[in-house]
Every structure is written in structure tokens, then in C-alpha cells.
């Protein structure tokens, strides 16, 4: 039973325009969210996190929006820029952050120039 | 603060072959967390210590895994009897306390390959 779900595979995005990746999860017990970006050849990288208690959070060109009553979050990278070009993993925990993360299996961002 | 470390980056062996990894911290961190990452999957969880003690074991751990963390530094992963399925990527990743608003630091991995 996978408990974040994210369903887009792959995604491709022009240079400049918005990239938006989504995910779901299934227990209502998460609250806390993270997005990882993760290089060929290299471990995932901590890109941005949000609390059960806000629904947006942002930094810099990134913003991740949460709904709770869908149970859905989605991650906004406006301008999209080619060295986006990543995996990236959603990822929720429980008990304020303090279980370990649940990662959910990655979208592939394509940004092209 | 050279990140984690993780090693050896490449692991080729026999199967039925034990095998170690090991997985040096940030030093002022005292969580450590085990995940490993096949392909076309997210990371999944195997293990976590805090300092010195293993808090949390997965079921994907079967009795052929271990990990230790002595004296709350590094962390070892052992493999005994390798199958040709333990092919993955083990990745290491560290934290200071709950995790939070921050994230765990994740090493670049050990790629396994079980032959």
C-alpha cells in the first residue's frame, strides 16, 4: 500500500514556464511534507517543506501548496530553468516531523531550453 | 562539514556473498536513517538510530540485514547472503533531531550490484 502517491512519471516543461508536480497521499495522519530533488548520481537533495498547519510555503522560485481535505500537495518552480532537470521525490512524515519519511516513487522534471 | 559520506559509491557481488557499507554522519547529528532505492522507486525506509540506539527496524529488513551504529558516529549495513533482489541503492541520510522543517542530508549512496 504506497501512502504517497505520485502519479506523473515524467513531466516536460519549456525554459521559463511554470512546472507544477503533484502529489497525493492516503493517511490523514501525515503532517509534514517535503519535496527532494534528486541528480543522476547523486543522494536527494532537501528542496522545500510544509506544515499540516499552512497550506502554502514558498522560496525563492519554488512553492508547495497543501490541501488537506484532498489530501493533495503540489510543488510550483516559476521560471523553470534547465538545471531543474531532476527526479523529484515527495515525501511525508508523521508526529510533527519525528517518524521517518515516506517517499513517494518520483517524477522526472524535463526543462527545455 | 563535508556532507555524508558514504562507502564504497559501487559494490559488485556474488550472490550468497556478505557484503558492508558503511555511512559517516554530519557530525553534530545524532539521527541516521538507512533507505533504499530500486529502480523506477522512491527511497524506502530500512532502519534509524538516534545516537547509538536503532529505534526503528522496516519489514523489508529481513534477518539477512543488520546495522549498527557504535558509540553514535558512523553506521555500518550489513548484507549476509546476498540475493540477486538486494541489487539497489542504499542511500544514508543524517539529521539533528526530528527532522522538521529541514529535511534529512542524504549521501550520494552505495550502488549494489548482486551478480
Known amino acids: 500500500d504506497q501512502q504517497v502517491k505520485q502519479n506523473s512519471p515524467s513531466l516536460s516543461v519549456q525554459e521559463g514556464r511554470i512546472s507544477i508536480l503533484n502529489c497525493d497521499y492516503t493517511?490523514?495522519?501525515?503532517?509534514?511534507f517535503l519535496w527532494y530533488k534528486k541528480y543522476p548520481a547523486e543522494g536527494p537533495t532537501f528542496l522545500i517543506s510544509?506544515?499540516?498547519?499552512?497550506d502554502k510555503n514558498e522560496d525563492g522560485r519554488f512553492t508547495v501548496f497543501l490541501n488537506k481535505s484532498a489530501k493533495h500537495l503540489s510543488l510550483h518552480i516559476v521560471p523553470s530553468q534547465p538545471g531543474d532537470s531532476a527526479v523529484y521525490f515527495c515525501?511525508?512524515?508523521?508526529?510533527?516531523?519525528?517518524?521517518?519519511?515516506?517517499f513517494g516513487k518520483g517524477t522526472r522534471l524535463s526543462v527545455i531550453a | 562539514d563535508t556532507g555524508v559520506s558514504q562507502n564504497p559509491r559501487h559494490k559488485i557481488t556474488k550472490r550468497g556473498q556478505n557484503v558492508t557499507f558503511r555511512c559517516d554522519p554530519i557530525?553534530?547529528?545524532?539521527?541516521l536513517y538507512w533507505y533504499r532505492q530500486t529502480l523506477g522507486q522512491g527511497p524506502e525506509f530500512l532502519t534509524y538510530?538516534?545516537?547509538?540506539?536503532?529505534?526503528?527496524k522496516s519489514r523489508l529488513l529481513s534477518d539477512r540485514f543488520s546495522a549498527e551504529r557504535p558509540k553514535g558516529s558512523f553506521s555500518t549495513l550489513e548484507i549476509q547472503r546476498t540475493e540477486q533482489g538486494d541489487s539497489a541503492m542504499y542511500l544514508c541520510?543524517?539529521?539533528?533531531?526530528?527532522?522538521?522543517?529541514?529535511?534529512?542530508?542524504f549521501g550520494s549512496g552505495t550502488r549494489l550490484t548482486v551478480v
Open positions: 541520510a543524517s539529521s539533528l533531531g526530528q527532522q522538521g522543517f529541514y529535511g534529512y542530508t
Open positions: 515525501a511525508a512524515s508523521f508526529f510533527s516531523g519525528n517518524t521517518p519519511l515516506v
Open positions: 538510530f538516534q545516537n547509538e540506539a536503532q529505534l526503528e
Open positions: 493517511n490523514s495522519m501525515f503532517d509534514y
Open positions: 557530525s553534530e547529528h545524532n539521527r
Open positions: 510544509i506544515s499540516s498547519i499552512k
